[in-house]
């Protein structure tokens, strides 16, 4: 049975953010549950998530959300998961409050963090650590980046025709 990924978010406000994460994961074949979970609203809830998400299947949880976003670093407190966060981009300098409070982890419990709104390399970080013990999934990663150098050889291909 392949371990599933969690994607958590802070808010509903966080949606249309991670909307390429939850798509990438689809796209890839990977089961995941999209849930809201607060740090501070629900903190209760995100405890016995994360205590609970090993048991359940889970092998990577995705955790996004903005401001003070400890959401990550909690879920991480209670799992032996790996997390991946991501910082939600904010009115205060473009989401440094977000990247801050994730990537600035305090030793002991990491967060692996993208960038700021960095939903979709998040889906594909959490595909990369399904695939260690998974074939298939590293065989799907292998074709997505021959996909992605094929397509800018296309485009350097088209930009060499052009006249500067
Ligand atoms: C965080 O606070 C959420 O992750 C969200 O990015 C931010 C704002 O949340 P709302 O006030 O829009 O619910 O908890």
Do not use: W
Request: hydrophobic residues 50%; negative net charge; proline residues 5%.
């Amino acid at each position: 049975m392949p371990r599933k990924v969690a994607v958590i978010m802070g808010s509903d406000s966080d949606l249309d953010a991670m909307r390429p994460c939850i798509n990438r994961l689809k796209a890839f074949g990977i089961p995941t549950q999209v849930r809201i979970i607060s740090a501070h609203r629900t903190p209760a809830a995100a405890e016995r998530f994360a205590a609970n998400a090993l048991e359940e299947g889970f092998g990577v949880i995705i955790a996004a959300a903005g401001k003070a976003a400890h959401l990550a670093g909690v879920l991480a407190a209670y799992t032996t998961l790996p997390v991946i966060g991501v910082p939600m981009k904010t009115s205060l300098m473009g989401g440094m409050d977000s990247l801050l409070s994730m990537v600035q982890m305090p030793k002991g419990i990491p967060v692996a963090c993208v960038a700021v709104d960095g939903a979709d390399n998040a889906a594909i970080l959490a595909a990369q650590m399904l695939a260690l013990s998974d074939d298939a999934l590293m065989d799907k990663l292998a074709q997505f980046k021959a996909g992605m150098a094929a397509e800018v050889m296309e485009k350097d291909q088209n930009i060499q025709l052009e006249e500067f």
